[in-house]
């Protein structure tokens, strides 16, 4: 479809919006990896932390810095570009708009990161009541997700103005995907922000004596499923529209693409209890009827799988390959703007496995808090997810900062690639081992008391260590990919890859645009999903509790 | 011999470039994997609890 809107380069003013998100991410990618590599090495025995620092302290910082701080940043970096690409230059009030939400994500990043430094807010990155943060760690976080939704301000506005300039026509695929993405994490942190402004924040100033710990976890983890959705959208939009284009074939299917994020949208929401499954005061129908609602994201899942797969085996076919797996060998396997993100889709397939585990209601008490999760969110996330991200910046940054992805840049991506691998293969593989006999997560080194049990986890810690180092090694190797795309690289073009339907002709339905509708069942699932269990959390309430400072 | 000739069939492959059976063998294979391993924690899950 002639899209006159679309620009052949990002606008450089808009590229300067986007570089200044990933020039954060990438610092934040810098911390968190060194803490991640104390935690395991911690965790291993055989290392103690210098100046009495403690293992949470550290433990909080990986989360806040990884979870939370890298995660964001890049997203909305990478979801303002491919909107200003596909939907043309942002106006000066957009920009602007932009550039205030990344300020205010700044301000609170330093603000909360100075509270963890300072070791005030030592409450690791989900910071549950009881556990009590200084109230500035409050502050931060709520900025970080105030300026993301003026970040997000600016994507709906440039969609609403292309809306308008073309009416009765379907938006670009990146933009509609860049949009739903904002508007779940807007319905997403309505959650969170709720608990922080009406609850923590006003108990950790003093204000208010207790909390209600129930209500607290449940407007949580009502935020924290679209959370990990939120992580993986992006991903998802780099695989259905990028990729394809990156290998020289084309999107399976532009209506299927959009059908699977309305999906995700719909069905990533009220499902939060899954989190909560072995969680007194929630009756235990309501928490099988989110299962069954976070089952139902299955289906855009394996969606997406099929249309990958079929994405994959029509490039193959029309290049001449036979036999039932005969296109794999047709991919172009020293790209690395395709091999690094397709490695993240591969672990997919057992991360994703896993999470099926994870919500199988009574199973969960096979797993729940125990490094078998951790091990679970280092494939999703931190394999899946960020293996992808990193894919993207190969051909991204260059194409922001005006340079090239040179030969040895590209090889030395794919090496990233495989050092990744296989850190993480150590390192979750252990976790995931460990888990299923018992370790528990988020805890420090400890044989407690000679236990026989605890005793079979320490070699399956070693191996953890292991992996971190490997994975530590992939992090410096990372961030001098990235220094040099963003300063050293010889100046030139870097195309930025958008593919194109497989049938160019056929019209994605306008009901997709129709945010009326999509929003009105997405309210109406969570009003279904959530209202009976707040009510019962909140008249059936124990006594409130007071805070806690227990490091 | 004519025969023989005769009863050679020649196997013609014409395969359709637009074939999409390997994406369906990688969907069954992807299938297969999440149900093992749903299977093998249900089992652990079992004689656990
Ligand atoms: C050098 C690479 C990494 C290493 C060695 C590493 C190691 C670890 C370890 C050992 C833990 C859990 C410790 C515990 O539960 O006691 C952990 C937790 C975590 N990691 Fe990583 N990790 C790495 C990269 C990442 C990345 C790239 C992300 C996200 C994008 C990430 C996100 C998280 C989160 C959210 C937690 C949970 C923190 C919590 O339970 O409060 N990690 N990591
Ligand atoms: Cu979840």
Redesign the pocket.
Known sequence: MFNPAANLKVDRRDGKLAMAHFYVAFTA?AI??????L??LV?SGKFELPAGIG?YQI??V???V???V??TFFIMGFQLAATSKTSGTFTKKQRITGWVGFWLMTAGTVLAATMILLNEATV???FYAPLQAHALYYIGLTLVIVGSWVDGAAIIMKYAEWRRKNPGQPSPLLTFMSLVNTMMWIVATIGVASTVLFQLLPWSLGIVETVNIGVSRTLFWYFGHPLVYF?LLPAYMAWYVVIPKVIGGKIFSDSLARMSFILFLLFSIPVGFHHQLMEPGIDPAWKFLQVILTFLVVIPSLMTAFSLFATFESFGRAKGATGLFGWLKKLPWGDARFVVPFIGMVTFIPAGAGGIVNASHQMNQVVHNT?W??GH??LT???S??LTFFGVSYWLIPHLTGRKLTKAMNKLGIIQAVI?SI??TF?SGA?HAAGLLGA?????YSEYGGAAQAAEWIPYQVA?AI???I??L??ILMLYIFINLAFFAPKGEQEFPVGEAADEAEKAPMVFENWKLWLGITFVLILFAYTIPFIDLIQNAPPGAKGYKLW | MAKTELSRKTKTEIEDSSSLKGTLASVFLLGFFLVITWIGVYLLFVSRF
């Open positions: 990618l968190g990896g060194l803490a991640g590599l935690q395991t965790r293992y433990l909080t990986h989360g806040v990884l979870g939370l890298l995660t690791l990155y989900t992580w490094i999760v951790t969110f280092h996330v931190a394999t997810v960020v990744w850190g993480m390192m976790m528990p997560r988020r805890s420090s953890q992996g971190g180092s994975l530590f992939g992090i």
